[in-house]
């Protein structure tokens, strides 16, 4: 079986006190709402976990209600880290699951064809993940804020999620992380200490993520203008 583990437990302190980012309205509907609805709707997911904070469920419940799920889920209760609240998801998933995609709850405009890409590529190598090639001019700092020197780009990715594991995989990365005691921003990290290929998949459509209200019109934009001339310029750049 496949699965997908979203992580939702976060709690988005770029957005400021008491605010939820995943529950703030974005193309008429709460950005959890959308980024569920998106593996929700894949036809090769079996299973969900959302991973939610203890005390959430009703209000998941809820965003399940909206978007009319179609596939079974469950909740797992987040960790003190995120590596913690992924880790708390896999043991929710079910015992069949042999594929794993874990993704960030904010990043609601992910493409059938991304998870589709990602799905395949972590099938036939163990391990995979969503990204874009770095295109800016990147720069080194001084500690005092000044240019130290020139980044050569040719081979910098920004990682994005899916992040897509055979199980087995990302369970013994994840056990190694615990057991060194490190603490790690993204899943394909753990996998790197077990020396654990991973597959960089193009994002060829736009993936963005949710971090303060300023990333809010760009997303509404993508979920809500697919056809018009903007947004095929964002999705397509000459």
Do not use: Y
């Not at 790197?192 to 993520?209: F, W, Y």
């Amino acid at each position: 079986m496949i699965a997908a583990v979203i992580v939702a437990a976060g709690k988005g302190t770029r957005m400021g006190p008491n605010i939820d980012k995943l529950f703030l309205p974005v193309a008429g509907r709460p950005v959890i709402a959308h980024t569920w609805e998106c593996f929700d709707r894949f036809p090769a997911i079996g299973h969900i976990v959302v991973v939610v904070r203890d005390g959430m469920q009703n209000a998941f419940l809820e965003i399940a209600e909206q978007i009319r799920t179609t596939k079974p889920f469950t909740f797992a209760i987040g960790g003190a880290e995120r590596q913690d609240s992924v880790w708390n998801g896999l043991s929710a998933l079910p015992r069949e699951t042999t594929i794993v995609a874990i993704h960030d709850g904010a990043r609601p405009c992910t493409s059938a064809e991304t998870i589709r890409e990602t799905l395949a590529a972590a099938a036939e190598t163990g391990a995979a993940v969503a990204a874009q090639k770095i295109t800016d001019t990147i720069k080194e700092s001084t500690a005092d804020g000044h240019i130290a020197r020139s980044v050569d780009r040719s081979r910098l990715w920004s990682v994005q999620t899916p992040q897509v594991f055979r199980v087995a995989v990302i369970r013994k990365a994840l056990a190694e992380v615990a057991a060194r005691k490190l603490a790690i921003t993204d899943d394909t990290a753990a996998c790197e200490l077990i020396g654990q290929p991973v597959r960089l998949v193009e994002s060829t459509a736009p993936n963005p993520k949710v971090t303060t209200r300023a990333d809010l019109p760009l997303i509404e934009l993508l979920l809500t203008g697919k056809g018009s001339p903007l947004a095929d310029m964002i999705s397509h750049p000459r």
